[in-house]
């Protein structure tokens, strides 16, 4: 180290003096430089936080569109609109209306309608009513329960859209 002693002083060497006289203003750049760093971490924690809030909200619609399925495909199965498929869409009902728009959930309404129409269409026709045409009642309610597969979906897709692209 080449310092030199003079009396009581201590004489620096030169690249001592510049790093005295630069030192506040390094430490400004530093703690400007750490701030932006924060900032950026802040930002991509932002983000994630988002993107994973939207896969969340897509995974609970998906399962509402899952659950739908399965008691239209009990329905399309049988031919029959059993109490279960109509406990299913009413279940599916009540979930959908908080994930979805009140579009979603008249449509399930009417879903749900068209079940019960075609239980008791089914009901009373065993029973020999003759007050109305059921087998015209179950086979427009069944008309409409068909078109499920094709109305649902669509009506459904603003609100299954992933607005993420996957980075390579």
Do not use: C
Request: charged share 20%.
């Amino acid at each position: 180290m080449n310092t030199k002693l003079v009396g009581s002083e201590t004489i620096l060497p030169e690249w001592a003096h510049w790093v005295q006289a630069l030192g506040p203003v390094s430490i400004s750049v530093v703690t400007a430089v750490i701030a932006v760093a924060v900032g950026v971490i802040a930002y991509l924690q932002w983000r994630t936080a988002r993107e994973k809030l939207a896969l969340d909200l897509f995974d609970k619609r998906m399962t509402v569109y899952i659950a739908a399925k399965a008691g239209i495909d009990e329905f399309t199965r049988d031919g029959h609109a059993r109490n279960n498929s109509i406990r299913n869409i009413a279940v599916v009902r009540n979930e959908a209306q908080f994930l979805f728009g009140s579009e979603i959930e008249a449509y399930l309404a009417k879903l749900q309608e068209a079940l019960v129409r075609v239980n008791l269409a089914y009901s009373m026709s065993e029973q020999h009513d003759q007050s109305q045409d059921w087998a015209q009642v179950i086979f427009d309610a069944t008309i409409f329960i068909n078109r499920f597969y094709d109305d649902f979906p669509q009506l459904l897709s603003p609100y299954m859209r992933m607005t993420q692209r996957v980075r390579d």
